[in-house]
């Protein structure tokens, strides 16, 4: 009959489904973050490497306020 499908229908859901589930924990136990920063698009690369390059951990998301100003450099060399 159909649901004799059934059984195998849910271990290969549940198969196909575990790595994508998996990928949270593996990520907060290696990266400290269970997000991964998407890097498809070159922009997406570049503050990713803006990041890192600010707070020295990618994966705190930093805005304008990060980036010293011209103004604020010059008054600490006077």
């Known amino acids: 009959m159909w649901f004799e499908i059934l059984p195998?229908?849910?271990i290969i859901t549940v198969a196909l489904a575990i790595p994508i589930y998996a990928t949270y924990g593996l990520h907060k136990l290696t990266l400290g973050n269970p997000y991964r920063r998407n890097?498809?698009?070159r922009f997406d690369?570049?503050?990713y490497l803006r990041d890192r390059r600010l707070t020295?951990?990618?994966y705190i998301l930093n805005g304008l306020e990060k980036i010293p100003d011209k103004k604020d450099?010059?008054?600490e060399e006077n």
């Open 39 to 41: 890097m498809d698009e």
């Open 56 to 58: 020295y951990n990618p």
């Open 73 to 75: 450099e010059d008054e």
């Open 8 to 10: 195998s229908a849910a």
């Open 45 to 47: 690369r570049v503050m």
